[in-house]
């Protein structure tokens, strides 16, 4: 029996050698400067054009993975969107016509490290799950997403991330944002799409600031720095649809609320396409008001009934002041483009045949009494489609003023004096009058001279 199991093992050990060499060979040998090459390639030819991605190093990472270094990934810059809530020079056109101070620019994501590896035990019944680990931001990203197979749990997690460091979030908005995100995602979906998905998202941000005291809002004057506090977001995905638990954040100088929701969309499977549903309302303290005379000129002074340089320059802002004191602003369409209309009412969660609906018409908005829906009935476009009242009682009111003027009361005399009436029976023609004056007169009668009646009045 012994010596059965050493031939065995003598000839399973050749098949066994040539495994091992083939692997350890083929990971030594591996062509990463090619496969660098192919992806640098891959994202060329199927991003947006001037998308580029750029490496430093690309090599082998444990057994079935892949780590590269020093990793830029360019954006080009995105066409101003009218309506949009940044400025023309990269944020948003809050409405104003100032010229835009810059073009807009490039923008630049950069990862330090990043390594991604295949999980090899979940191979063993079919499922392709991908472990990656960044170093960005001055902080960490970390996560497990699938590949293929029946599971498609996804966990994303977040350590320390600067926001300052995020430029996209400066050229989006307009003006520099810091402070401290830590947040965590968990989302499954039983057929991998989008819009059976479900799960939780909960992030805040802690020590958030916006702006500089530097950059200009809105082209206008540099805005002090306004500091918001701990933002806290937390959201409930069910069915394809993430809504908006709670969005908040009470700080010194500014107060954030809101609400709304993004749902999946149902024709492409992509998280850039999903559409975004969200009302959005901060207001600006009366200490930061009165910080000062920059905040005093440009927010309003609160002492004086005289409004803000922003309100009486810029038209949106204008339109987005509400009654309590807050700036509504009404966050809709594709995520990947969201605009942004001022509104000064609540939205209500829409309903699903609204929000296809909105969605396809481009966002445009009827007001519907007592329900306000962000994607079919909505205020946020600052009219009113409701009937006009004049054109109701326009009728009643133009018989009383005629009653009431003497002047202009119809007499008899112009009805029965149309012009047609002599026309139609003409007098009778002065031949004809003559005619029984020629015939012949009975013999020894004279008949009358028809001068005599010509004589009369002489």
């Known amino acids: ?151 498609h749990d996804i966990n994303v997690e977040l350590t320390q991330i600067d926001l300052g460091k995020v430029e996209p979030i400066a050229i989006k908005l307009g003006v520099p944002v810091k402070g401290i995100a830590t947040g965590k995602g968990a989302f499954t979906s039983e057929d991998g799409k989008t819009t059976t998905a479900d799960g939780t998202l909960d992030l805040s941000i802690a020590d958030l600031v916006v702006s500089d005291g530097k950059t200009k809002i809105a082209g206008l004057l540099e805005l002090p720095a306004a500091r918001l506090g701990t933002l806290t977001l937390t959201a409930e995905a069910k069915a394809g649809v993430l809504k908006v638990t709670k969005l908040a954040a009470q700080g010194a100088d500014v107060e954030l609320i809101g609400d709304g929701r993004i749902t999946a969309s149902t024709t492409k499977d992509q998280l850039n396409d999903a559409q975004a549903d969200l009302y959005l309302r901060f207001k600006f303290t009366d200490a930061y008001r009165t910080k000062s005379d920059t905040t005093k000129t440009l927010l309003g002074d609160p002492t004086s009934a005289v409004p803000g340089l922003i309100e009486m320059q810029v038209p949106k802002m204008k339109k987005a002041k509400r009654a309590d004191g807050f700036f509504g602003w009404h966050i809709y369409g594709p995520f990947k483009n969201p605009k942004f209309d001022p509104s000064t009412v609540d939205v209500a969660p829409p309903a699903a045949p609204g929000a296809a609906a909105a969605a396809k018409g481009g966002g445009k908005f009827k007001k519907s009494p007592g329900i306000n829906m962000p994607f079919g009935a909505s205020t946020a476009n600052g009219k009113d489609d409701s009937p006009s009242p004049p054109p109701v009682m326009a009728p009643p009111t133009q018989p009383q003023r005629v009653q009431d003027d003497p002047i202009r009361m119809p007499s008899p005399d112009p009805t029965p004096t149309p012009q047609p009436t002599p026309v139609e029976q003409p007098p009778p023609p002065p031949p004809p009058a003559p005619v029984p004056e020629q015939q012949a007169a009975p013999e020894g009668i004279q008949p009358a001279p028809p001068e005599q009646p010509a004589e009369v009045p002489r």
């Open 1 to 151: 029996m012994k010596e059965r199991l050493l031939r065995v093992a003598k000839w399973a050990m050749y098949p066994a050698f040539y495994v091992a060499c083939l692997a350890l060979f083929g990971y030594l040998t591996f062509p990463f400067g090619l496969l660098k090459d192919r992806l640098i390639a891959e994202v060329a030819r199927k991003g947006k054009p001037g998308q580029r991605l750029e490496i430093e190093k690309l090599s082998s990472y444990w057994f079935s993975g892949l780590e590269a270094t020093n990793v830029k990934l360019v954006l080009p810059p995105d066409e101003p969107a009218p309506g949009g809530f940044g400025y023309p020079s990269g944020g948003a056109d809050f409405g104003s016509a100032a010229p835009a101070s810059a073009p807009p620019k490039e923008m630049v994501i950069v990862l330090d490290e990043v390594h991604a590896r295949v999980r090899i035990l979940p191979l063993l019944i079919g499922r392709v799950r991908l472990d990656f680990w960044a170093s960005a931001f001055g902080g960490e990203i970390r996560g497990v997403a699938p590949l293929a197979g029946s599971n």
